[in-house]
């Protein structure tokens, strides 16, 4: 996963943490962690931030909504440290070792895996992506290009050209649906004091 573009590696925590959360969803559809593990996607948008959400540990115990904050929490650390240059290939790595510990029969899950990895590896590696370099005074290391949700789907021909406006319209929709938790330009400067 190191070869991949930390974005890339974000999209599979992302697509891992669906799997979960479809695995649980028959005892627990809590629309709070759909809605949040979907508003991840609007951290790689230039007009949308994700926001942080914790949710209180009383609501989330046992088995089963255990499960669902734990795959919540990789997502959680993953928007933490995105700015620090972290090695975000540790997240998808985590979410899909999770995710071999909770969802059975765990084939299809594999399957869709080894797929997308080998997407990812020829469109979103950094080779593919030009091996692009921090500048010192960049406020954020390099994340790679922005995906959209089509590129979890191995049935789409995905095209990454097509993604920032993929990506733009799926956001606008979650935002369309109520997603509470994806922010704008303008939520995103009110609370951090600062554009992005």
Same mark, same amino acid.
Request: a negative charge; one cysteine or more; charged letters at 30%.
């Given at each position: 996963?190191?070869?991949?573009?930390?974005?890339?590696?974000?999209?599979?925590?992302? @697509?891992?943490?669906?799997?979960?959360?479809?695995?649980?969803?028959?005892?627990?559809?809590?629309?709070?962690?759909?809605?949040?593990?979907?508003?991840? /996607?609007?951290?790689?948008?230039?007009?949308?931030?994700?926001?942080?959400?914790?949710?209180?540990?009383?609501?989330?115990? @046992?088995?089963?909504?255990?499960?669902?904050?734990?795959?919540?929490?990789?997502?959680?650390?993953?928007?933490?440290?995105?700015?620090?240059?972290?090695?975000?290939?540790?997240?998808?790595? /985590?979410?899909?070792?999770?995710?071999?510990?909770?969802?059975?029969?765990?084939? +299809?899950?594999?399957? /869709?895996?080894?797929?997308?990895?080998?997407?990812?590896?020829?469109?979103?590696? /950094?080779?593919?992506?030009?091996?692009?370099?921090?500048?010192? &005074?960049?406020?954020? &290391?390099?994340? @790679?290009?922005?995906?959209?949700?089509?590129?979890?789907?191995?049935?789409?021909?995905?095209?990454?050209?097509?993604? +920032?406006?993929?990506?733009?319209?799926?956001?606008?929709?979650?935002?369309?649906?109520?997603?509470?938790?994806?922010?704008?330009?303008?939520?995103?400067?009110?609370?951090?004091?600062?554009?992005?």
């Amino acid at each position: 996963m190191l070869n991949l573009s930390h974005n890339a590696n974000l999209a599979l925590a992302i @697509g891992s943490a669906n799997w979960i959360l479809a695995r649980f969803a028959a005892w627990d559809d809590d629309r709070k962690a759909w809605d949040f593990v979907n508003a991840v /996607w609007a951290e790689m948008s230039e007009d949308y931030a994700c926001t942080h959400y914790y949710p209180p540990d009383d609501e989330w115990r @046992g088995p089963i909504r255990g499960s669902i904050v734990t795959a919540m929490t990789i997502l959680f650390d993953a928007l933490d440290e995105r700015g620090n240059n972290p090695t975000m290939a540790d997240r998808s790595t /985590w979410m899909d070792n999770f995710a071999h510990h909770v969802i059975t029969p765990i084939g +299809p899950y594999e399957i /869709w895996f080894e797929q997308i990895v080998r997407r990812f590896e020829r469109t979103h590696s /950094w080779e593919a992506e030009g091996w692009p370099k921090p500048d010192l &005074f960049d406020d954020r &290391f390099p994340q @790679g290009r922005v995906l959209s949700p089509e590129a979890l789907d191995p049935e789409i021909d995905y095209r990454p050209e097509a993604a +920032p406006d993929a990506l733009r319209r799926y956001v606008d929709r979650l935002r369309r649906d109520g997603n509470l938790f994806v922010l704008d330009a303008d939520e995103v400067a009110d609370s951090q004091g600062r554009r992005r």
